[in-house]
């Protein structure tokens, strides 16, 4: 799976858009991102993934450059229970390839 | 319905002694994993079963941790004589098959610490 790269913190106003990013510049063309979070004491929670096109779903939007070097995960409105970290993984979806490699993610913090 | 359950939520024991982890995973999900948290990292992996198999141990430490599925639903991990370095939250996920786009489900983890 490709290497992605992510600020280690960013700080948010409630009620503020927050925008993570993520960089996997040697990503292969059959490799989705995945975005998942772990809010504290909790498990990784999936958000969202996509392959070329933008996606939107109930939780946040998923942005994806065109040469697919880097995306944005795009949370419209954030609530402090928003606060987590905020993990960007790339994958190939298929037979034999199931587990998910997480880096040390974006620690977001959601300021009142 | 019922997320991923893990028992019990925190675990300590003293180093050199055997310990047993429990995850429930979601009804009817046949792919499991196990990951292992330690503190300022991402999880990583160590197990995947595919039913009642182990369809890939590469990411266990060494022989001291084994994990089982006897019926494929309810997964145990295993860790023997255990070591200061094992202490992490492990973290069990299912999924309802492996290998595409599905979702994988965590549960909340096992804090395991080893004094």
């Known amino acids: 799976d490709a290497k992605t790269t992510q600020p280690t913190s960013m700080d948010c106003a409630e009620g503020r858009a927050a925008n993570l990013p993520c960089n996997h510049s040697?990503?292969?063309?059959?490799?989705?991102v995945y975005w998942y979070r772990q809010i504290h004491s909790q498990g990784p929670q999936y958000i969202i993934h996509?392959?070329?096109n933008n996606e939107t779903n109930e939780m946040a939007s998923l942005i994806i450059t065109e040469d697919r070097k880097s995306s944005t995960l795009i949370l419209p409105h954030a609530t402090l229970r928003d606060t987590a970290v905020y993990y960007c993984i790339v994958r190939v979806p298929g037979a034999g390839s199931y587990q998910l490699t997480f880096g040390k993610g974006t620690k977001l913090s959601v300021i009142p | 319905g019922a997320g991923v359950s893990q028992t019990p939520s925190n675990k300590v024991t003293e180093k050199g002694k055997y310990v047993e982890l429990r995850c429930d995973p979601i009804s009817g999900h046949t792919a499991l994993y196990w990951y292992r948290q330690s503190l300022g990292q991402g999880p990583e992996f160590l197990i995947y079963f595919q039913g009642t198999g182990a369809a890939d141990d590469s990411g266990l430490p060494n022989d001291r941790f084994f994990a089982v599925r006897p019926e494929g639903s309810v997964s145990t991990l295993k860790i023997q004589r255990t070591e200061r370095g094992d202490s992490a939250v492990y973290l069990c996920?299912?999924?309802?098959?492996?290998?595409?786009?599905?979702?994988?489900?965590f549960g909340p983890g096992t804090r395991l610490t080893v004094l």
């Open positions: 996509g392959l070329k």
């Open positions: 996920a299912s999924s309802f098959q492996a290998g595409g786009l599905e979702t994988q489900y």
């Open positions: 040697t990503i292969s063309g059959n490799e989705y």
